[in-house]
């Protein structure tokens, strides 16, 4: 009975502790991992979303660059962190992929979810030249003959490429019959595509917009259920197959597994008021960035659709350990 009370008053003790924890939260400085390096895409979402929460919990928001591993050294310190929630994370779509490619042991589940901020759909782009003017003449041309063209715009398994991937498998062509050329990232690939070495290009509409303006490349289409308002003159897949595809690459704040439900509930109610702002929201638009909201539950359920849809890809790509 004596060591039955014991527990059970060490019990009662640790729930009082984290109460108090929660209810003085934040009561000294937040850290910020971002997993990417400082002046990229990521580093300027996380430092203006830094700048609003610092605003909005009254306490300073550091952003910490982390990087190294694509991704995987900021995501892991993420990981490793004392769940208190004064180390955070701006934890990006590579999270539902390091565990199926086997870059790494980490996946959503090693996270506490608290707010969903960003998605950039894939774009599915081709040379303004292209004989294919339509999303069907493409993926036609694709059906009947898939190994005679190829795709770039990424490294193997990137966010992009999987999306893009997916896509072709989800319309009935096996994405390893089409050639991928690898790139470090978007803009060699767009130069390719606009010289002609390439015939496919998948990247972020924001990447493409400038050569689009100038008329060397075309976006078929968006890979989405609904247009993209900042480009809705681009048609989303969905309306020209009829058939639903949505992914992309994401970002979203995230802190360590077993975060308190107190302090999770705070930060995603200051989170949602920054996402809200006219700074924030005028900011993401400047750049071209698509702003979507998901509370901590919804964030879960999203990164649990796009962990199953990456493995299933990269499994069809022969990509996995």
Same mark, same amino acid.
């Given at each position: 009975?004596?060591?039955?009370?014991?527990?059970?008053?060490?019990?009662?003790?640790?729930?009082?502790?984290?109460?108090?924890?929660?209810?003085? !939260?934040?009561?000294?400085?937040?850290?910020?991992?971002?997993?990417?390096?400082?002046? @990229?895409?990521?580093?300027?979402?996380?430092?203006?979303?830094?700048?609003?929460? &610092?605003?909005? %919990?009254?306490?300073?928001?550091?952003?910490?660059?982390?990087?190294?591993?694509?991704?995987?050294?900021?995501?892991?310190?993420?990981?490793?962190?004392?769940?208190?929630? !004064?180390?955070?994370?701006?934890?990006?779509?590579?999270?539902?992929? !390091? &565990?199926?490619?086997?870059?790494? &042991?980490?996946?959503?589940?090693?996270?506490?979810?608290?707010?969903?901020?960003?998605?950039? !759909?894939?774009?599915?782009?081709?040379?303004?030249?292209?004989?294919?003017?339509?999303?069907?003449?493409?993926?036609?041309?694709?059906?009947?003959? $898939?190994?005679? #063209?190829?795709?770039?715009?990424?490294? $193997?398994?990137?966010? #992009?490429?999987?999306?893009?991937? @997916?896509?072709?498998?989800?319309?009935? /062509?096996?994405?390893?019959?089409?050639?991928?050329?690898?790139?470090?990232?978007?803009? $060699?690939?767009?130069?390719?595509?606009?010289? @002609?070495?390439?015939? /496919?290009?998948?990247?972020?509409?924001?990447? /493409?917009?400038?050569?689009?303006?100038?008329?060397?490349?075309?976006?078929?289409?968006?890979?989405?259920?609904?247009?993209?308002?900042?480009?809705?003159? /681009? $048609?989303?897949?969905?309306?020209?197959?009829?058939?639903?595809?949505? &992914?992309?690459?994401?970002?979203?704040?995230?802190?360590?597994?077993?975060?308190?439900?107190?302090?999770?509930?705070?930060?995603?109610?200051?989170?949602?008021?920054?996402?809200?702002?006219?700074?924030?929201?005028?900011?993401?638009?400047?750049?071209? #960035?698509?702003?979507?909201?998901?509370?901590?539950?919804?964030?879960?359920?999203?990164?649990?659709?796009?962990?199953?849809?990456?493995?299933?890809?990269?499994?069809? %790509?022969?990509?996995?350990?």
């Amino acid at each position: 009975m004596r060591k039955l009370s014991q527990v059970l008053c060490a019990s009662v003790l640790t729930l009082s502790a984290s109460a108090v924890m929660a209810a003085d !939260y934040p009561y000294k400085p937040i850290t910020l991992i971002v997993p990417w390096s400082a002046g @990229g895409g990521t580093d300027a979402v996380g430092r203006q979303l830094a700048a609003g929460l &610092q605003e909005e %919990l009254g306490q300073p928001v550091n952003v910490v660059n982390k990087t190294g591993g694509s991704g995987v050294v900021g995501h892991m310190a993420m990981k490793m962190a004392r769940p208190d929630g !004064y180390t955070l994370g701006l934890g990006t779509a590579e999270i539902a992929t !390091y &565990q199926h490619i086997g870059t790494a &042991q980490l996946s959503y589940e090693d996270f506490t979810p608290i707010a969903l901020l960003n998605l950039d !759909y894939a774009s599915f782009t081709v040379n303004a030249d292209s004989e294919w003017k339509t999303l069907d003449d493409a993926l036609s041309a694709l059906k009947a003959n $898939p190994s005679d #063209y190829t795709v770039s715009g990424s490294a $193997p398994g990137a966010a #992009y490429h999987l999306s893009f991937a @997916g896509f072709l498998d989800q319309q009935g /062509i096996n994405p390893n019959d089409v050639t991928l050329v690898p790139s470090e990232g978007a803009a $060699p690939g767009l130069q390719e595509l606009a010289a @002609g070495g390439v015939d /496919i290009v998948f990247s972020s509409l924001p990447e /493409i917009e400038s050569m689009r303006q100038s008329g060397r490349v075309k976006a078929l289409a968006v890979l989405a259920n609904e247009r993209v308002d900042s480009f809705d003159d /681009i $048609p989303s897949a969905k309306e020209l197959t009829g058939s639903e595809w949505s &992914q992309g690459s994401w970002r979203g704040l995230v802190g360590p597994e077993g975060l308190p439900e107190e302090v999770t509930a705070r930060l995603s109610e200051a989170t949602e008021k920054v996402w809200k702002s006219e700074q924030f929201q005028d900011f993401m638009a400047s750049r071209g #960035y698509g702003t979507v909201w998901e509370d901590a539950e919804g964030f879960r359920a999203f990164m649990k659709d796009q962990d199953e849809k990456n493995a299933a890809t990269i499994e069809k %790509l022969g990509l996995a350990n």
